[in-house]
Nanobody, 125 residues
Framework: QVQLVDSGGGLVQAGDSLRLSCAAS????????MGWFRQAPGKEREFVAA????????AYADSVKGRFTISRDNARNAMYLQMNSLKPEDTAVYYC??????????????????WGQGTQVTVAS
């Protein structure tokens, strides 16, 4: 069983930075993928970023490219999302997620098996 605990959200001003963390207990498989998704009020949950645990491949939504960086710490079995130059439109609940193989569907939330509880990020203008 895999459990994910995400944290690090908060209230910041536009242009500020935040780092989200996702602590994982257990691993979906020997080679797995972890990602971040977000859901703004009144909107569907959307893909933000993903990282392949075995080869460090990453993927980003166009809306966050160049501002957000996903990373991992194998020793801690943790994943991070460094968010810079935050904008009001980044306001959402951010969720970390994990899945087994299938990098080709890493942007698809339906392919993920495990989810964190979510952490609120609010960016004031």
């Amino acid at each position: 069983q895999v459990q994910l605990v995400d944290s690090g959200g908060g209230l910041v001003q536009a242009g500020d930075s935040l780092r989200l963390s996702c602590a994982a207990s257990g691993r979906p498989s020997s080679n797995y993928i972890m990602g971040w998704f977000r859901q703004a009020p009144g909107k569907e949950r959307e893909f933000v970023a993903a990282i392949n645990w075995s080869d460090y491949r990453t993927a980003y939504a166009d809306s966050v490219k160049g501002r957000f960086t996903i990373s991992r710490d194998n020793a801690r079995n943790a994943m991070y999302l460094q968010m810079n130059s935050l904008k009001p439109e980044d306001t959402a609940v951010y969720y970390c997620a994990a899945k087994g193989m299938g990098w080709n569907v890493a942007t698809y939330e339906g392919s993920y098996d495990y989810w964190g509880q979510g952490t609120q990020v609010t960016v004031a203008s």
